[in-house]
């Protein structure tokens, strides 16, 4: 985008709250990864499942909206619903607030089945 600015006029802010709802997207990926990791017995299967997770969670809010349902659980729990106000420039503290819960929910749930791991042996 900073190479946009020498022909035109960049609204840096739109950019910057942009760049906030990525890595807030990117955070939970993360911490779904991680979460993933905790449960699998190998890195590649960690991984496919992390992946299938995301865009599973993709494909229905997709599908949703395709069929004009803009609001409720599906909706409400897709990752790429909370994305779209970050995508015009606009920081809702409510898509903020649903990102830390994500992280906090998934990294909590991997530090409880790794201590229960430990527990275990």
Excluded: N
């Excluded at 960049?10 to 910057?16: F, T």
């Excluded at 969670?57 to 994305?83: F, K, M, Q, S, Y």
């Amino acid at each position: 985008p900073l190479s946009l600015g020498v022909g035109t006029t960049l609204d840096v802010g739109k950019i910057a709250v942009a760049a906030l709802g990525l890595t807030a997207l990117a955070g939970a990926l993360c911490a779904l990864g991680v979460l993933c990791s905790a449960w699998a017995q190998h890195p590649a299967s960690a991984a496919l499942a992390a992946m299938a997770t995301g865009t599973i969670g993709w494909i229905a809010d997709a599908a949703a909206r395709e069929r004009g349902v803009t609001e409720g659980l599906i909706h409400w729990l897709a990752l790429p619903g909370h994305l779209t106000a970050a995508m015009r420039g606009v920081v809702a503290t409510v898509d903020l607030a649903y990102f830390a819960l994500w992280v906090v929910l998934c990294l909590g749930l991997a530090a409880l089945r790794l201590e229960r791991l430990r527990e275990t042996g």
